[in-house]
């Protein structure tokens, strides 16, 4: 079934076929009077409106639509949420704008051991219709694309149980959803100083085979900072999930520079998060060696803490994403266009940076490169409709979303 869908302002990075960095980050396609042709889902054509529709059988089009020269852009993706829990932790908020120290949060009931008691007590169904809730909210915010971690299990059968729930949301809702293996989010009390022990006798030996097992996780994620995981440990897990057939992801350098980063690139995993306390010069080598550098903005925000420089690392040539890290505890955020925005006024990004970020790199984050993060033929139609004249629009109307309808598919889903 083909669909045409004319009249559109179409702001698009263009795939070179590796994730953008540098210079080249900054270039947007603009395709004024652009026109989409839309076939099953995919793209078949899309320029100029002329380019479009010249020798095309106006019978062999069975749905057509004006956009009244509207912005569009594609749809976000969003490479690195734990969207996938049971209970908020909004009290925990509150007590940190307080001034309540980590320690004594923890005391309190607080921090991630409390996400762990929550999954523990949930339902299957009860975790998956959290997730599946706010993955929708996402969608509405512009989101077609999605990374859920586990990580709030922390034991063989509850991570299961959450990659389950996660394998859910991308067969019930509209969402392409990757799902990531986090078992290594923290070290669970019991193991506290034992931290080898349970790297090498849980993670490696008990719970990767059974993920393996299940094959719905693509990713395998670890948590490197000082008090969770260390760089060595970090490095065995990593590699041995390559070498099971798991593509890697780290979070790294988080609040110190502990040499995650260096890591990232000395592994060549997919992506590294966070990164606020990286050194410029793993920076650089995570650039060689082709590691996408996923930024966090809205947990700094969250955190009141300082944001990761998006400007020094696109000058570094390390292809940068964003993301929202949504999570009950450092950053209860969905919405990609504030992020969008965030990335701009606070990591100095300009807008094309940002907009390829949220788009075609965020799909190289999650190895969805090839159907999502630009329009372009043969990708998947997802694309957004913007209040606005251009992207700027996502920074410039702030405390909202310009998000005015949303394309899955070529089909309008929210």
Request: charged share 25%; net charge negative.
């Amino acid at each position: 079934m083909k669909k045409l869908y004319r009249n559109m302002r179409i702001f698009t990075p263009e795939d070179t076929g590796r994730p953008l960095s540098g210079e080249a980050q900054g270039k947007i396609k603009e395709i004024v009077c652009g026109s989409m042709l839309v076939e099953d889902g995919i793209i078949a054509k899309v320029g100029t409106d002329e380019q479009v529709t010249k020798d095309l059988c106006p019978k062999s089009v069975s749905f057509e639509k004006d956009f009244g020269g509207a912005c569009v852009i594609p749809g976000f993706v969003d490479p690195h949420t734990h969207l996938c829990f049971a209970k908020r932790r909004e009290d925990e908020f509150g007590m940190r704008l307080a001034g309540l120290p980590y320690l004594e949060i923890l005391a309190r009931g607080g921090g991630i051991l409390s996400s762990v008691n929550a999954v523990k007590a949930a339902t299957e169904e009860q975790l998956f219709e959290v997730t599946k809730k706010l993955a929708l909210a996402a969608l509405a915010k512009g989101t077609t694309t999605i990374e859920i971690k586990s990580g709030y299990g922390l034991e063989l059968d509850l991570e299961l149980k959450m990659l389950e729930v996660i394998r859910r949301v991308g067969k019930e809702t509209p969402l392409d959803v990757v799902p990531t293996f986090m078992g290594a989010h923290a070290v669970p009390q019991e193991w506290k100083t034992k931290a080898d022990e349970f790297v090498d006798e849980i993670l490696v030996k008990k719970m990767l085979p059974k993920v393996k097992e299940q094959g719905i996780a693509e990713f395998c994620d670890v948590f490197c900072e000082e008090g969770v995981f260390s760089v060595d440990q970090s490095r065995r897990l990593l590699k041995k999930a390559k070498e099971m057939g798991f593509d890697t992801k780290i979070h790294a350098d988080e609040v110190n520079d502990l040499g995650g980063a260096g890591l990232a690139a000395e592994l060549a995993t997919t992506s590294a998060e966070h990164l606020l306390a990286a050194s410029e010069e793993n920076l650089k080598a995570m650039g060689k060696a082709g590691t996408i550098a996923v930024l966090l903005p809205a947990t700094a925000y969250s955190l009141k803490k300082p944001y990761a420089n998006g400007r020094k690392i696109v000058d570094c040539g390390t292809p940068v994403a964003i993301a929202t890290d949504c999570n009950p505890g450092s950053c209860f955020c969905e919405s990609m266009p504030f992020v969008f925005g965030l990335s701009v006024m606070n990591m100095n990004m300009t807008v094309n940076e940002a907009l390829t970020a949220a788009t075609l790199n965020a799909a190289y984050a999650i190895n969805r490169s090839k159907i999502a993060g630009s329009l372009e033929v043969g990708k998947q139609a997802d694309f957004l409709v913007l209040d606005g004249e251009t992207p700027v629009t996502l920074a410039y109307h702030a405390g909202s979303t310009s998000v005015e309808a949303v394309y899955k598919m070529g089909e309008n889903v929210a």
